[in-house]
């Protein structure tokens, strides 16, 4: 795999990644069905969907994981944690992330809140159980 500065941003790190592999703009979109106009935006850091880093760094046969640190993402509060197994799981969206939990999406929207739910106990053995799946995968 590549080996990058650890201080560079995911969008510095494909842009490189691709002119490397004398891609242009378009032709990588067109690789994985995008528009050039998102993958502008995901180059230039304003989209942050872990569905596109996924297909993006399948192309380039390198682990979207690695590439963008997502091991090190903190698990400090309940919505960071959701956050990690979105990104880990390469989710397009959260209703992905409810069904790999058997959690209702209604459920995660509201912890996104911060807001607890009745059985959170049981809700946060599911979430740390995917975690270590998913770090572990």
């Known amino acids: 795999m590549e080996s990058f500065k650890t201080n560079q941003t995911p969008g510095i790190k494909l842009k490189t990644l691709r002119l490397k592999s004398n891609l242009t703009v378009k032709e990588l979109s067109y690789l994985i069905n995008i528009s050039s106009k998102t993958l502008n935006g995901i180059e230039n850091d304003n989209i942050h969907n872990p569905y596109y880093w996924h297909k993006i760094c399948n192309v380039f ?12 993402m903190p698990e400090n509060t309940l919505e ?3 956050i990690k197994i979105r990104a880990l799981l390469g989710s397009l969206s959260w209703k ?22 009745s059985n959170l106990n049981r809700y946060l053995l599911l979430i740390d159980e995917k975690l270590e799946e998913l770090m572990n995968s």
């Open 61 to 72: 046969n390198t682990n979207a994981n690695v590439f963008l640190d997502l091991y090190d």
């Open 80 to 82: 960071d944690k959701l």
């Open 96 to 117: 992905e992330v409810s069904l790999s939990l058997d959690i209702s999406e209604y459920a995660i929207s509201e912890f996104k809140k911060g807001k607890t739910k």
